[in-house]
């Protein structure tokens, strides 16, 4: 084809193409060409060459690029990642080495995970009783008393009591005061534990007193016996209850008012005796007249109504001889009175007759109306208090000018108390005296912060024991005499104590009637012993009896509880629950003489034991668990000792010497007697102690003899043919002995290439058959021991395996 003929067909469609509608016409200059061509050159090439190159290469092949991508879009996915069914693994040996594997480390897992929460739970039982203790020292340490429950979640022929004892560490801290306590206390439990009869404490502690040279400590001591001179009450009863239902309380403190009123009149009349003139018999009328006549001599009769007898105003002469306790003496001032107080002779005839002093409801009526006709307005201070004292009238005067001191007021106090009117607005009852001192007065009023003897005199004659013994162990000073007021008074189930051991110091308990408190008599003794039970244990036991009675939350002993306590506080063991002695036999200690059906040395040392155990003491636990009769135990944990210290070199003192001494006694006794425990724990002891007397021979350099002992345990192959049998011993053995294993396979691998090397150095140059043989033993031994590494079930510790290859590769 010629350029005329291509030029005709060119012509020829651009004249179709500029005819046709639906192209539109371009019209591009040659360099407008060249432009879009270098364009389009340079976008392929920066962007699209591979893309292009993959479409001229598979277009070649016939492969329609665009319509592989549309179907690849089209395809569903969903099913490409489903799980394939399961085909059977055809690879036994490495299947079940994977299992193998796997197995070993769940076990290393649940291993590990076990191990973590065991440590995350001690760490917590520790944080939390050291919380308690200190929520215990926090509630001791409160002054005022709780208002409701409060729930919170230590031998016989002994001279400790002489004043010449000391204690463990050389040194007693009891003082004369407590130490004189501590005597009347060993010699009160002494003749409980003999079964004889109980005497009175208050009586003891009363006549120990006297030597402290304290007035206002046996003022304290005299008031506690009068108060507990009543009908014994019932154990069975609650003290609180039974107490409530006793006047004898209220009787007994009148009386000692009455009687220390004597005393003072008795006093005020000898310091005027020429004054006073007293004459005739001596009797409570005749104390009264003088006493009367020295106090209205200087015409201080202003106010005083009525007759007089014997030169005396007739009223202050009646009060003061009922103020004395002698009805009889006022009923005779009256009759001396002559006419016009006939009605006051026949009321108290009739108190003189009736049991308890008290008189009829009529005549007592009539009383009170005459009282508010005539008497309630009278001058006469004295003539009111009489009345208001037989009668009960008007319970809210205070008679100021007649009770000059507080004894005169709570002796009044006491005379209005009544129990048998339903009218309460008009009737003194014994809890209204209690609440108006104890809570209406309190502390404040009675200045209790300087004269604390005085308020607890007030609390303890209106039969609040609980509450004045709390308010008296306050102070340092009363501290020691507040706790065995509560100790005696306790001893006659006197004292009201909580339902729970773990509440405060003084609590109420909503059963009971108001004020009551109620005293927890176990936290008083256990915080007076802490002060001295580490120094003074024996002294210490002998307060802890005291609690024997009593329960912990848990139910055990509480006596028992304190006695372990103090032992881990103390750690004389020995002392306490005395010493094992080879021959199995156990000396006496202190916990000895307290031996009962409730409790024993036994059970007392298993628990301290238990405890030591938990706080990882094992050394000590062990010689508990020995003198509890739990060998087992005892056995268990010496051998845990032994697997950490066996293979060590023995030091003086070291805890390898003190285990060795201890593992020879229970060797002594396994021979002399049959152990109640696991024969796996008696078998991994027995060997452990073979396995110290090794070691020792090892360290000393006797290789001869400790390669026979050795040879005796059958745990080292001494040969190949021994290699089956030895690791059939190692798996039957317990754990510690695995412990060992290592450090026993280095100690043996060393002393037979100590031997090669002596064998070897005596060389003569010459061929030595028997030298050879030794030598071709000592490497076939040696070899038994790499083969045993290698072959027991035990991971070995990191350069174990290698050290063993070494010293074998040495003796060739």
Not at 620 to 649: C, N, P, R, W
Not at 728 to 755: H, W
Request: hydrophobic content about 35%.
């Amino acid at each position: 084809m010629d350029f005329n003929s291509l030029l005709q067909q060119a012509q020829k469609l651009t004249n179709e193409t500029q005819n046709s509608e639906d192209i539109p016409s371009v019209e591009r200059t040659i360099s407008q060409v060249l432009q879009a061509t270098k364009d389009l050159h340079n976008k392929i090439t920066q962007t699209g060459t591979q893309d292009i190159q993959a479409h001229i290469l598979l277009g070649s092949k016939g492969i329609d690029l665009p319509k592989i991508s549309q179907k690849l879009e089209a395809l569903n996915t969903r099913k490409t990642f489903e799980p394939l069914d399961p085909i059977a693994d055809t690879d036994i040996q490495n299947f079940l080495k994977n299992e193998k594997e796997n197995a070993i480390l769940c076990v290393i897992e649940e291993v590990h995970k076990n191990s973590y929460q065991s440590a995350q739970k001690q760490k917590w039982e520790h944080i939390k009783n050291d919380w308690r203790q200190e929520k215990i020292k926090l509630l001791n340490a409160l002054v005022g008393p709780s208002q409701n429950w409060i729930d919170i979640q230590r031998t016989p022929d002994q001279t400790i009591l002489n004043d010449s004892t000391s204690g463990p560490n050389g040194r007693s801290t009891l003082n004369r005061i407590e130490m004189a306590y501590a005597r009347e206390i060993y010699n009160y439990n002494n003749l409980i534990l003999k079964g004889a009869s109980r005497p009175n404490l208050v009586q003891k502690f009363a006549q120990a007193s006297e030597e402290f040279g304290d007035a206002k400590v046996t003022e304290i001591w005299d008031i506690m016996k009068y108060m507990v001179n009543i009908t014994p009450l019932s154990r069975n009863k609650d003290p609180i209850k039974s107490r409530s239902e006793m006047n004898q309380f209220i009787i007994q403190a009148k009386k000692y008012l009455e009687n220390r009123y004597k005393i003072y009149m008795q006093t005020v009349i000898s310091g005027n005796l020429r004054e006073a003139q007293r004459g005739g018999i001596p009797s409570t009328f005749n104390l009264v007249s003088s006493f009367v006549g020295l106090t209205f001599n200087q015409g201080t009769c202003f106010g005083l109504q009525d007759a007089k007898i014997e030169g005396k105003p007739l009223w202050p002469m009646v009060y003061y001889c009922l103020r004395c306790g002698d009805i009889q003496s006022a009923l005779k001032c009256m009759e001396m009175a002559g006419a016009g107080h006939e009605d006051f002779i026949q009321v108290l005839e009739d108190k003189i007759h009736r049991a308890e002093q008290k008189i009829s409801s009529k005549l007592e009526g009539q009383l009170k109306l005459q009282y508010c006709n005539k008497i309630k307005n009278s001058t006469d201070p004295y003539k009111k208090a009489v009345y208001c004292i037989i009668a009960a009238c008007d319970i809210h005067e205070q008679h100021l000018e007649v009770a000059k001191t507080t004894d005169d007021f709570l002796w009044i106090q006491l005379s209005l108390l009544r129990s048998d009117s339903n009218d309460n607005s008009e009737t003194l009852t014994y809890s209204d005296l209690q609440t108006m001192i104890l809570e209406k007065y309190g502390e404040k009023h009675f200045n209790a912060g300087d004269q604390r003897h005085l308020y607890f005199q007030v609390l303890a004659l209106t039969g609040q024991f609980e509450a004045a013994i709390e308010f008296l162990s306050r102070t340092e000073k009363y501290r020691t005499h507040a706790v065995h007021i509560a100790l005696a008074l306790n001893e006659m189930f006197i004292i009201g104590g909580p339902r729970n051991v773990q509440e405060p110091l003084l609590s109420v308990d909503i059963e009971d009637p108001v004020p009551m408190r109620r005293l927890n008599v176990a936290r008083l003794v256990m915080l007076y012993v802490k002060k001295f039970e580490i120094t003074d244990p024996a002294e210490a036991m002998q307060y802890f009896y005291f609690l024997r009675n009593l329960r912990d939350p848990d139910g055990r002993n509480l006596f028992l509880v304190s006695v372990c306590d103090m032992a881990l506080e103390c750690r004389e063991y020995n002392l306490i629950f005395g010493k094992m002695q080879p021959n199995g036999m156990l000396t006496e200690g202190l916990f000895h003489q307290f031996e009962s059906v409730d409790f024993d040395t036994k059970s007392a040392a298993g628990m301290v034991a238990d405890e030591l155990r938990k706080k990882g003491l094992f050394e000590d636990a062990i010689k508990l668990y020995d003198i509890a009769g739990i060998y087992e135990q005892a056995l268990f944990y010496t051998s845990i000792m032994l697997s950490q210290v066996v293979h060590q070199v023995s030091k003086p003192g070291s805890m390898r010497e003190r285990l060795q001494v201890l593992s020879c006694d229970f060797l002594e006794r396994l021979k002399g007697r049959q152990f109640e425990c696991d024969p796996q724990v008696i078998a991994t002891f027995q060997q452990l102690t073979e396995l110290l007397a090794f070691f020792d021979c090892y360290h000393e350099k006797k290789y001869q003899l400790a390669l026979e002992i050795l040879i005796n345990t059958k745990l080292v192959p001494m040969c190949m043919a021994d290699l089956e049998v030895a690791v059939s011993n190692f798996k039957r053995m317990g754990g510690e002995i695995c412990k060992v294993y290592p450090d026993l396979l280095l100690a043996t691998m060393d002393i037979l290439y100590s031997q090669y090397k002596i064998i070897k150095g005596k060389d003569s140059g010459f061929l030595d058959t028997g030298r050879e043989r030794q030598l071709v033993n000592l490497r076939e031994k040696a070899k038994a021991i790499t083969n045993m590494a290698a072959t027991v079930p035990y991971r070995m510790p990191g350069d174990t395996n290698s050290r063993l290859v070494q010293t074998e590769i040495l003796m060739h």
